[in-house]
Protein backbone atom coordinates (compact mmCIF):
# COMPACT_ATOMS: atom_id res chain seq x y z
CA UNK A 1 0.00 0.00 0.00
CA UNK A 2 2.48 2.68 1.02
CA UNK A 3 6.39 2.41 0.06
CA UNK A 4 8.92 1.86 2.29
CA UNK A 5 10.93 4.77 3.43
CA UNK A 6 7.79 6.92 2.97
CA UNK A 7 7.09 9.87 5.64
CA UNK A 8 3.90 11.20 6.08
CA UNK A 9 3.42 14.66 7.91
CA UNK A 10 -0.46 15.00 9.17
CA UNK A 11 -1.05 18.95 9.60
CA UNK A 12 -4.81 20.60 10.12
CA UNK A 13 -5.57 23.13 12.59
CA UNK A 14 -5.71 22.38 16.42
CA UNK A 15 -8.33 19.93 17.02
CA UNK A 16 -8.58 18.45 13.44
CA UNK A 17 -7.72 15.07 14.99
CA UNK A 18 -4.44 14.65 13.37
CA UNK A 19 -3.20 12.58 16.54
CA UNK A 20 -6.04 9.93 16.60
CA UNK A 21 -5.97 8.92 12.81
CA UNK A 22 -1.94 8.75 13.24
CA UNK A 23 -3.04 6.40 16.50
CA UNK A 24 -5.43 4.53 14.21
CA UNK A 25 -2.72 4.34 11.10
CA UNK A 26 0.00 2.71 13.32
CA UNK A 27 -2.52 -0.16 14.25
CA UNK A 28 -3.00 -0.73 10.45
CA UNK A 29 -1.11 -3.62 9.11
CA UNK A 30 -0.07 -2.11 6.40
CA UNK A 31 1.91 0.06 8.54
CA UNK A 32 3.33 -2.22 11.40
CA UNK A 33 6.94 -1.26 12.24
CA UNK A 34 6.39 2.47 11.64
CA UNK A 35 8.01 4.85 13.75
CA UNK A 36 5.92 7.88 15.00
CA UNK A 37 7.95 11.16 15.64
CA UNK A 38 5.31 13.25 17.84
CA UNK A 39 6.73 16.89 17.35
CA UNK A 40 3.73 18.38 19.80
CA UNK A 41 4.68 15.45 22.28
CA UNK A 42 8.22 16.16 22.39
CA UNK A 43 7.78 19.87 23.19
CA UNK A 44 5.10 18.99 26.25
CA UNK A 45 7.75 16.63 27.17
CA UNK A 46 10.60 19.34 27.20
CA UNK A 47 8.33 22.14 28.56
CA UNK A 48 8.38 19.39 31.83
CA UNK A 49 12.17 20.37 32.49
CA UNK A 50 13.58 22.67 34.81
CA UNK A 51 16.14 24.03 32.30
CA UNK A 52 16.03 27.36 30.02
CA UNK A 53 14.49 26.32 27.42
CA UNK A 54 11.70 24.01 29.04
CA UNK A 55 10.87 27.14 30.79
CA UNK A 56 10.28 28.91 27.41
CA UNK A 57 8.81 26.14 25.73
CA UNK A 58 6.25 25.96 28.72
CA UNK A 59 6.00 29.61 28.22
CA UNK A 60 5.52 29.28 24.28
CA UNK A 61 2.67 26.26 24.47
CA UNK A 62 0.63 28.19 27.26
CA UNK A 63 0.42 31.20 24.87
CA UNK A 64 -0.33 29.19 21.92
CA UNK A 65 2.58 30.68 20.59
CA UNK A 66 4.64 28.88 17.67
CA UNK A 67 8.34 26.97 18.18
CA UNK A 68 11.09 28.40 16.41
CA UNK A 69 11.36 25.81 12.87
CA UNK A 70 14.78 24.99 14.29
CA UNK A 71 13.74 23.31 17.10
CA UNK A 72 10.84 21.93 15.74
CA UNK A 73 13.29 20.42 13.14
CA UNK A 74 15.69 19.25 16.15
CA UNK A 75 12.72 17.50 17.72
CA UNK A 76 11.46 15.61 14.71
CA UNK A 77 15.31 14.58 14.11
CA UNK A 78 16.01 13.14 17.11
CA UNK A 79 13.20 10.65 16.58
CA UNK A 80 15.11 9.96 13.18
CA UNK A 81 18.86 9.74 14.74
CA UNK A 82 17.49 7.61 17.82
CA UNK A 83 14.59 5.38 15.90
CA UNK A 84 15.51 4.90 12.34
CA UNK A 85 17.45 2.08 11.60
CA UNK A 86 16.34 0.97 7.68
CA UNK A 87 13.67 2.20 5.62
CA UNK A 88 10.87 2.29 8.25
CA UNK A 89 8.12 4.25 7.42
CA UNK A 90 7.88 7.98 9.29
CA UNK A 91 4.62 9.39 10.92
CA UNK A 92 4.78 12.68 12.58
CA UNK A 93 1.32 14.64 13.69
CA UNK A 94 1.82 18.56 13.73
CA UNK A 95 5.11 19.01 11.84
CA UNK A 96 6.28 21.04 10.15
CA UNK A 97 4.69 24.15 10.99
CA UNK A 98 7.28 27.03 9.43
CA UNK A 99 8.25 26.86 5.97
CA UNK A 100 11.61 26.65 7.90
CA UNK A 101 11.18 23.77 9.01
CA UNK A 102 9.44 22.23 6.14
CA UNK A 103 12.65 22.80 4.41
CA UNK A 104 14.59 21.60 7.10
CA UNK A 105 12.78 17.96 6.75
CA UNK A 106 13.23 17.67 2.99
CA UNK A 107 16.68 18.27 3.07
CA UNK A 108 16.95 15.83 5.68
CA UNK A 109 15.48 12.91 3.67
CA UNK A 110 16.98 13.59 0.74
CA UNK A 111 20.62 13.57 2.43
CA UNK A 112 19.14 9.97 4.10
CA UNK A 113 18.18 8.81 0.51
CA UNK A 114 14.61 9.02 1.58
CA UNK A 115 11.57 10.14 -0.77
CA UNK A 116 10.78 13.97 0.55
CA UNK A 117 8.16 13.53 3.03
CA UNK A 118 4.29 14.03 2.02
CA UNK A 119 1.67 15.75 3.69
CA UNK A 120 -1.42 14.68 4.93
CA UNK A 121 -3.86 17.63 5.16
CA UNK A 122 -6.60 16.55 7.77
CA UNK A 123 -9.14 19.50 7.05
CA UNK A 124 -11.69 21.05 9.35
CA UNK A 125 -13.60 24.16 9.34
CA UNK A 126 -12.16 27.17 11.69
CA UNK A 127 -15.91 27.09 13.98
CA UNK A 128 -15.46 23.03 14.07
CA UNK A 129 -11.57 23.36 15.62
CA UNK A 130 -12.74 25.84 18.10
CA UNK A 131 -15.91 23.25 19.02
CA UNK A 132 -13.63 20.58 19.64
CA UNK A 133 -10.85 22.29 21.04
CA UNK A 134 -12.89 24.10 24.21
CA UNK A 135 -14.81 20.11 25.23
CA UNK A 136 -11.43 18.27 24.79
CA UNK A 137 -10.47 20.78 27.88
CA UNK A 138 -6.41 20.70 28.07
CA UNK A 139 -4.34 22.73 30.05
CA UNK A 140 -2.78 24.63 26.87
CA UNK A 141 -6.40 25.09 25.44
CA UNK A 142 -7.67 28.60 26.43
CA UNK A 143 -9.37 30.85 24.30
CA UNK A 144 -6.30 33.14 23.92
CA UNK A 145 -4.42 30.34 23.09
CA UNK A 146 -6.84 28.77 20.62
CA UNK A 147 -7.44 32.21 18.63
CA UNK A 148 -3.31 32.50 18.27
CA UNK A 149 -3.30 28.68 17.14
CA UNK A 150 -6.02 29.36 14.31
CA UNK A 151 -4.16 32.51 13.57
CA UNK A 152 -1.00 31.14 12.89
CA UNK A 153 -1.76 27.71 10.74
CA UNK A 154 -3.74 30.76 8.38
CA UNK A 155 -0.19 32.92 8.28
CA UNK A 156 2.62 29.53 8.40
CA UNK A 157 0.79 26.30 8.44
CA UNK A 158 -1.11 26.92 4.88
CA UNK A 159 1.18 28.53 2.67
CA UNK A 160 3.44 25.07 3.21
CA UNK A 161 0.53 22.72 2.59
CA UNK A 162 0.44 24.76 -0.63
CA UNK A 163 4.12 24.07 -1.10
CA UNK A 164 3.73 20.39 -0.79
CA UNK A 165 1.07 21.09 -3.32
CA UNK A 166 2.69 22.38 -5.93
CA UNK A 167 5.37 19.10 -6.15
CA UNK A 168 2.38 16.85 -5.70
CA UNK A 169 3.38 15.72 -2.06
CA UNK A 170 -0.69 16.21 -0.38
CA UNK A 171 -2.98 14.15 0.67
CA UNK A 172 -6.51 15.93 1.61
CA UNK A 173 -8.87 14.26 3.93
CA UNK A 174 -12.25 15.78 5.17
CA UNK A 175 -12.00 15.85 8.78
CA UNK A 176 -15.44 16.02 9.91
CA UNK A 177 -17.55 12.86 10.82
CA UNK A 178 -17.10 10.44 13.21
CA UNK A 179 -13.09 9.09 14.10
CA UNK A 180 -13.87 5.86 12.40
CA UNK A 181 -15.34 7.99 9.13
CA UNK A 182 -12.10 10.38 8.93
CA UNK A 183 -10.05 7.30 8.91
CA UNK A 184 -11.70 5.14 6.13
CA UNK A 185 -11.39 8.42 4.25
CA UNK A 186 -7.88 8.91 4.84
CA UNK A 187 -6.78 5.29 4.18
CA UNK A 188 -8.63 5.61 0.74
CA UNK A 189 -6.79 8.79 -0.52
CA UNK A 190 -3.60 6.95 1.52
CA UNK A 191 -3.92 4.10 -1.75
CA UNK A 192 -5.30 7.02 -4.21
CA UNK A 193 -2.34 8.47 -3.86
CA UNK A 194 0.24 6.20 -3.37
CA UNK A 195 -1.07 3.82 -6.27
CA UNK A 196 -0.72 7.12 -8.53
CA UNK A 197 3.02 6.82 -8.05
CA UNK A 198 4.00 3.32 -9.17
Do not use: C
Amino acid sequence: MVPRATTLFFLGRSGSGKDTQVEFLLKHPDFVGAVETNTGGFMRELAKEETVLGKKVGQVLESGGLMPGWLSFSGWFSYLRNKVRSDEILISSGSPRRMEEALLEDEASEFLGRPKPVIVHINISPEEAQKRLLLRKRNDDSEASIKNRMAWFETEVLPIVDYYSKEGRVISVDGEGTREEVFARLLLKIEEHFSKKV
